[in-house]
């Protein structure tokens, strides 16, 4: 059967050790749709729109990397998409603590889907969207952050 993962995420905007959660987890699962979350509660620096646009360029050559937005739960979006898993990157104990308790009712709520999680590279490690973003709407350059495909230059943000 066709082992199909959603990673989600605000990916606001998308960096470098997202890029490389999905890489590597290419070798685990045969599709990987990110999952772009659309949450009217939380304000989003780069719309949802361009958010998609960024992740489909680094994946432009990649087929089986799927793009796609959802709103309200991670559970039932994956019910919808037929997925078995959700994929999520980890990169220190507060991480951790956060993605076990969210898996945990994940595993109440849908006991079928299983969260698998990928530990970060410690190159990437530091890196962190919150942080970007601030690099970002302070006019510095976060090139060194996103993927190289990508020129943040190309692409507006708003709701700062
Ligand atoms: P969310 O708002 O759901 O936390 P993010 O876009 O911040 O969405 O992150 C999506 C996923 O990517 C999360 O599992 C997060 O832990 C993971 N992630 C974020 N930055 C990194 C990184 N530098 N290395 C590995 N995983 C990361």
């Known amino acids: 059967m066709k082992k199909t993962a959603v990673f989600p995420g605000s990916f606001d ?44 360029k680094v994946f432009k050559d990649e087929p089986r990397v799927k793009v796609d937005q959802y709103e309200g739960l991670t559970v039932d979006y994956c019910k ?8 999520r990157g980890l990169r220190t104990a507060a991480d951790f603590e956060f993605e076990r308790a969210i898996a945990q009712v994940n595993k109440a709520m849908a006991p079928g889907l299983e969260s698998v999680f990928m530990l970060t590279l410690p190159e990437h490690s530091h ?11 302070n006019g510095g350059d976060a090139s060194q952050f996103v993927p190289a495909s990508i020129n943040l230059k190309d692409y507006k943000g708003e709701n700062v």
């Not at 959660?21 to 009217?40: H, M, P, Q, W, Y």
């Not at 919808?80 to 994929?87: E, P, V």
């Not at 890196?127 to 709407?137: E, G, L």
Request: glycine share 6%; aromatic share 8%; net charge positive.
């Open 13 to 56: 905007p998308f960096t470098l050790g997202h890029e490389s959660i999905v890489r590597r987890s290419l070798s685990i699962f045969d599709e990987i749709i990110i999952a772009v979350g659309s949450n009217t509660l939380k304000k989003s620096y780069y719309p949802l729109e361009t958010r998609k646009k960024i992740i489909l």
């Open 127 to 137: 890196i962190n969207s919150t942080i970007v973003r601030d690099i970002i709407c």
């Open 80 to 87: 919808r998409t037929g997925a078995g898993y959700i994929l």
